[in-house]
């Protein structure tokens, strides 16, 4: 864990904090129970969250889809004093799911080709690379090539193998490329494919993975997993987000397509977010994400709609859609013995279901005008999969009429730490009664690549709302997951895990959300606060309609400036202290129903600027202190500093 462990004693009030807040807790008494799937994650193809993300693959367009007509991010290698050729060859098929290949020809040897990798081909010093490929040779050529990593100098040899016969049928070649002990931690380097003599060769399905999580033979990267495994999360929703509905109904999330051996997978264009999917990320990784960490799957199924507004019509011509999210469903949970879908899983490599809960109808349908249609179609989907599998919770992506959803997913994108900080309370007043709510989709959208410090305060804000009414809200996940940092790479401003090809960081908001996840009781308490200071803020106005006149600004608000929310659990009482403002906050605590130690713990991320935040160059600027506390007890008045989130773990009998 990134964070830094220091012994203090409890602050002294400093001389410029504020009137004191007095927070009344009531530990004896229940105001509601949190919920144990409250914190999860919400992923989909974005920013290159798989491939070139937390997917492990290195070899950036290796079945040579990415672009129908060049081999894009591949050249040619000719500095040996070789020359050559290469040209995509639809008239060579790999086979019916990658329907082109790389024809290399080599007239001069030694000469071959170059694939640049996910913005660098990553490498540290003493691993072991998996590297693997087809290749079919014409008559006259037999080999060898030499399969390397290359530093970008040309020269650097990092590892290197040989295959010294190369076959005129379609053969798949493996070998391991290990990186000298000496060799230097870089992404400044190439994957090259040389033959050692002329002749022409055609290539597919060019492959190389570093060590991946669980060592999973098509698995992810291990750092990435390391940060979503401190955040401790209950569920992953997948896949998506906009990239489950394609802009149209042929660039939907076919998840029949991404099942099996990878070189049997086509891939598809994510027109979503404008670039090639390989769907090595496919429903069977999902899963095993999900069994890595310990989280549920949180399924989401394609409805019907597509977002350039492409829909299937209720009724018959939406059945194979529905079938298809049943055989889906079946694919998880069904048993490997007894149903076609449990026994191709089986075949794939996990004979074990898996356990499933939820399953989500679409994404944001309420983006489709067409009165009634998602309506018709949610129904038709809820009756379908409440009659085969009776248990299963149906989650609504918008408001329904003709049924009654188990949960409706609402997403929560603000603009401002202040405007995410006005709607903290939101819940407060919501029915208790209907459908349960799961926050599918929320951030506070300030910083770019990945959010800033005043982003996390808004964000913490609103998760002590949503831990406060976590009998309505039972679920909840920030989106989007991941960025690639790297020019290109961001689809989607403020994204929560930074990366490159090296590295990966999380931002303040990723850390303001571990430290709500990690540390939570079951139990909410009730609080009353006294003299919660407020600061001034002016709604943006609503954007201007074409041909309108540009509507009035809205009227100012005043948003608090303290957040606080207390669970109990564990023998624990939790209290998360938000303070937004430029000065430091006395907080006097009054604990009725329980006795206190003195001693307790602070986990507290703090910073000097609202715009302070997190990058590849300075991935631990911002992130949480952990330190022992003194004096506290049933009573006690505690300062916090300026733009803190804080969580005070009192050890309650
Ligand atoms: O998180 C980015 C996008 O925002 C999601 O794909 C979509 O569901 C929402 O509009």
Redesign the pocket.
Known sequence: MFTKTIAVLVAASAAWAADPVTLQIKSGEVAAHVSPMLYGLMT?E?NFSYDGGLYAELVRNRSFKDDAKEAVHWSLVQDGGGAASMALDPATPLNDAIGTSLKLTVTKAPAGIANEGYWGIPVQPGTKYRASFYAKAAAGFTGPLTVAIVGNDGTTKVASAQVAKVSDAWHKYEVVLTAAPGAKASAANKLVITAGKPGTIWLSMVSLFPPTENNRANGNRRDIMKLLADMKPAFLRFP????LEGNTIATRFDWKKTLGDIAQRPGHLND?WRYWSSDGMGLLEFLLWCEDLHMQPVLGVYAGYSLRGERVAPGAALEPYVKDALDEIEYVMGDAKSTTWGARRAKDGHAAPFKLEFVEIG??DNFDRQAGSYDSRFAQFFDAIKAKYPALKVITTAKVGSRTPDVVDE?Y?RRSEDEMASHAHDYDTRPRTGPKIFVG?WATRVGEPTPNMSAALGDAAWMTGMERNSDIVIMSSY??LFVNVNPGGMQ?KTDLIGYDAMNSYGSPAYWAQQMFSAHHGDIVLPVTAQGIPTKTWQPPPPRTQAGQPAPPAPAVQQVPTVFYSATRGAGNVYLKIVNRAAEAQDVRVEISGVSVDAKGQSIQLAAKSPDDTNSIADPAKLVPVTASVDGLGAKFTRTFPPYSITVLVLKAK
């Open positions: 989909e974005i998506g987000g906009n990239y979503a994404n944001e997403h994108y989709e989106a989007p989607w």
